[in-house]
T-cell receptor, first 113, second 113 residues
Framework: GNSVTQMEGPVTLSEEAFLTINCTYT??????LFWYVQYPGEGLQLLLK?????DKGSNKGFEATYRKETTSFHLEKGSVQVSDSAVYFC????????????FGGGTRVLVKP | EAEVAQSPRYKITEKSQAVAFWCDPI?????LYWYRQILGQGPELLVQ????????DSQLPKDRFSAERLKGVDSTLKIQPAELGDSAMYLC???????????FGEGSWLTVV
């Protein structure tokens, strides 16, 4: 079956530091890949997505590239802000599986001023 | 920007009582999902609707959970009787079709005491 593995947190950074959150996946077909962000006490917001190999998703300074050869979709941001403190979830979906999202366990990021 | 609406945001209930959550998807979205997110974990799909029909309820504990979407618009998720292990956030989400991006509501927090 499908699965997503992402690095465990918490990840603690200083403001303006570089952020990387690793995500790897296992899928039977050709999934779409997503990063969702969850701020304290809130639901999930779509951060970015990529639907095929070598696509790069980007939003709000975050980027992730769909790497089929390494089955990875690592999230990066060059200069984090305190407001980026949240839990980040990597996820995949496959049309053949009815568009069902399979999530990783989440990575908590804390950015200190 | 259109949103997925959920209520109540917070619910505390005693063990063995009944509880219900309501969801109104983004207008025009045919596909509706209910996910459960246990604290510190990623969300897991409970049930997926296409219009008024259930297309995936393989992870729904059917002895105590039920879900309906009678007119293919809003949906209700019910738990009866509630157990301590049901304490979690219940997230509703919707997408235009089964092939489109999934958008989440803010979630309903359930605490069973």
């Amino acid at each position: 079956g499908n699965s997503v593995t992402q690095m465990e947190g918490p990840v603690t950074l200083s403001e303006e530091a570089f952020l990387t959150i690793n995500c790897t996946y296992t899928a039977t077909g050709y999934p779409s890949l997503f990063w969702y962000v969850q701020y304290p006490g809130e639901g999930l917001q779509l951060l970015l997505k990529a639907t095929k190999a070598d696509d790069k998703g980007s939003n709000k300074g975050f980027e992730a590239t769909y790497r089929k050869e390494t089955t990875s979709f690592h999230l990066e941001k060059g200069s984090v802000q305190v407001s980026d403190s949240a839990v980040y979830f990597c996820a995949l979906s496959e049309t053949a599986a009815g568009n069902k999202l399979t999530f990783g366990g989440g990575t908590r990021v804390l950015v200190k001023p | 920007e259109a949103e997925v609406a959920q209520s109540p945001r917070y619910k505390i209930t005693e063990k063995s009582q009944a509880v219900a959550f309501w969801c109104d998807p983004i207008s025009g979205h045919a596909t509706l999902y209910w996910y459960r997110q246990i604290l510190g974990q990623g969300p897991e799909l409970l049930v997926q609707f296409q219009d008024e029909s259930v297309v995936d309820d393989s992870q729904l504990p059917k002895d105590r959970f039920s879900a309906e979407r009678l007119k293919g618009v809003d949906s209700t998720l019910k738990i009866q009787p509630a157990e301590l292990g049901d304490s979690a956030m219940y997230l509703c989400a919707s997408s235009l079709t089964r092939k489109n991006t999934i958008y989440f509501g803010e979630g309903s927090w359930l605490t069973v005491v």
